[in-house]
């Protein structure tokens, strides 16, 4: 399938990393905010978005999650898992004194990432947030004379003429960031790849007000039919405090029998349902 594929850019994001594993022969465009990514993917001006999703250190990149269900509904056509390494780099004028730069930039997400690092090794630096790690390294480049670090990966530090400081300061060694294909072409992707792990079924659940027991009824409609959740997720429905979706995923693809049955025993629950894709997904090891 020849799509072209846009993803958060600019180049060399772990995010164009991820895009380029799954469509590694497909034209790619950058976008400065995943935002813009999907609202391009709606518009059709490319085929599909690659856009992060959840991080195994941070959690939910609640940016994307709410901008699907809340602004831009478009299917999630497939998922690619790849591991993260975060590196701090700097201009290489820098690099025999990147202990004392002033202030290091990169994406929330990253910077939480590395947070334990920040707070031992470089403890007076001001943190500045960008819209990507390339973007951060981008930045530092174009600013030679000033003592910034980014944090950012091996990618961008080609990319952008930068050099390593220090290698794979995220936190924990188990860093990993799953990354979401949605597209208006609501088709899963039918990709053969090596990488290819298993399907998956992510659904949106809004629970009727002040019914107690509730979230345990929209659970048990699962497990009696032996449908393994693999997440659930809250985030706020933005219509008052104590108001919740639930983004539950489930660990099988959309089937005729057992996931249509269990969505329709929640909704006779008085739940509102919604799909937001039945997909593949991938493993990169
Ligand atoms: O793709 C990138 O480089 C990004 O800046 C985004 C992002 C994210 O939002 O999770 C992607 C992977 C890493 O987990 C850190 C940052």
């Not at 999703?53 to 699907?68: H, M, Q």
């Not at 007076?124 to 990507?132: L, M």
């Not at 345990?216 to 405090?241: C, D, M, Y």
Request: proline share 8%; with cysteine; charged share 20%.
């Amino acid at each position: 399938m020849e799509m072209k594929i846009g993803y958060l850019g600019p180049k060399a994001t772990f995010t164009e990393a991820a895009a380029a594993a799954l469509f590694p022969s497909s034209p790619r465009a950058p976008y400065d905010t995943i935002p813009d990514c999907i609202d391009a993917a709606a518009a059709g001006e490319i085929e599909a978005a690659v856009v992060p999703l959840e991080n195994a250190l941070e959690g939910s990149v609640n940016l994307t999650l709410d901008y699907l269900i809340h602004e831009q509904p478009l299917p999630i056509i497939g998922e690619v898992v790849v591991p993260i390494e975060q590196h701090l780099l700097v201009h290489p004028y820098y690099a025999p004194h990147w202990r004392e730069v002033k202030e290091v930039y990169s994406h929330p997400h990253a910077m939480a990432q590395c947070r334990k690092f920040l707070h031992t090794v470089l403890k007076e630096a001001k943190h500045v947030h960008v819209t990507s790690t390339s973007a951060a390294a981008r930045w530092v480049s174009e600013h030679p004379h000033l003592p910034a670090a980014a944090i950012a990966n091996r990618l961008a530090a080609d990319e952008y003429g930068l050099v390593i400081a220090q290698e794979n300061i995220h936190d924990y060694d188990s860093n990993h960031t799953r990354f979401i294909v949605v597209s208006r072409r609501n088709e899963p992707l039918s990709l053969r790849s090596p990488l290819y792990a298993g399907d998956k079924t992510t659904i949106v659940v809004m629970l009727p007000k002040d019914q107690p027991g509730a979230l345990h009824q929209v659970l048990s409609a699962f497990a009696w039919r032996r449908l393994n959740l693999t997440k659930i997720e809250s985030r706020p429905a933005k219509t008052g405090l104590g108001n919740y979706f639930f983004i539950i995923d489930i660990d099988a693809p959309k089937d005729d029998v057992l996931i249509p049955g269990a969505m329709a025993e929640i909704e006779a629950l008085g739940c509102t349902v919604q799909l937001l894709g039945s997909y593949p997904y991938y493993f990169i090891g």
